[in-house]
């Protein structure tokens, strides 16, 4: 099981300027990155967990967004997470190319796009497990609106995100709009990917996708 789709998975992202190509293959994306290992299957519990903002939640204000600048390091404290980030393009068949299964404890970041911090929407994605072990996003989908995310970058800074919500994207039921796209595209917001829901030995896929979106608070 994977944030993206394995080498030799089918999912897409159709690169151009228009944002409406560019949501049309994260959806495509979307699809694939339901695809891996998926030799554990303790996350569809997790999944249990996944909430959306409560109603009347007071989270810390927006503040602008910083200088572009690369991610190295993302950490979640309240769930134990921290991991190297690399940049991440396309493989050879035009596919999102995640960190690799022989690096599962590293975040792979959509390189092409938003920089955290920057204004956007940012993406990182981890594996979620493989044949043998939890990885990076093992426990993602246990955070709650309100935690924090913290990124460092390669000028030492490091921005620091709320969590907003945590939802859980059902793969026959994707939303591009919603899972990918700004909801505000004048601050600085970040999603971190993996997938979740039950996984089927059969084809090899899970059958939904963990999101979180979180927005800049604080260098």
Known sequence: MSSG????????LVTGVAWALLLLGLWLWGRGVTEGPG???APTTGDIAAVGRPLGAALPPARDPLPAVEPR?????SLGI?????PRG???????DPPPFEMPHTVGWYG???RPGAAGAALLVGHVDTDTRPAVFYGLSAARPGAKVLVTRADGSLAEFTIDDVRVFPRDR??????????DP???ELRLITCGGTFDPTTRTYTANVIISAYLTGP
């Open 39 to 41: 030799g554990l299957s």
């Open 90 to 96: 396309l493989d050879s068949t035009g596919a999102i």
């Open 82 to 86: 921290t991991a190297p980030v690399v």
């Open 174 to 183: 994707f939303d591009p709009a919603a899972a990918y796209g700004s909801r």
């Open 112 to 114: 092409p796009g938003t």
């Open 186 to 188: 004048r601050r600085s």
């Open 73 to 77: 390091r993302v950490e979640i404290p």
């Open 5 to 12: 789709t394995r080498p030799a998975g089918n999912g897409r």
